[in-house]
């Protein structure tokens, strides 16, 4: 496994949401690290350690994964698309863009 990315809606669940993951990957040998959260208090639970960040109000402030870009002070998601300006498009143009 290579990344997840998951929420909770309160504290304590997202607290055992983190002992749960670190006890599967344990399990199997692995180790639960460079985690996120915008949540101060989990990011200074007993469990957290090798954290991706420390809690920061820095707007800028994100963290990639799955190709997706998240900002925790926002709590919000972004991704990048580049498309090509042109005047005109066929129809197969438009289909290799948007199939993908």
């Not at 998951?6 to 002992?19: I, V």
């Not at 994964?65 to 919000?76: Q, V």
């Amino acid at each position: 496994m290579d990344d997840i990315v998951s929420g909770a809606p309160d504290l304590e669940t997202a607290q055992q949401l983190q002992s749960q993951l670190k006890d599967a990957l344990q399990s199997c040998g692995m180790n639960l690290h460079k985690w996120s959260s915008n949540s101060p208090e989990l990011l200074n639970s007993s469990l957290s350690s090798d954290v991706e960040h420390s809690f920061s109000t820095d707007i800028d402030l994100s963290v990639k994964t799955l190709g997706i870009s998240w900002k925790p002070f926002e709590d919000c998601f972004m991704f990048k698309v580049s498309v090509s300006a042109k005047h005109i498009y066929t129809k197969r143009e438009v289909l290799s863009v948007i199939v993908c």
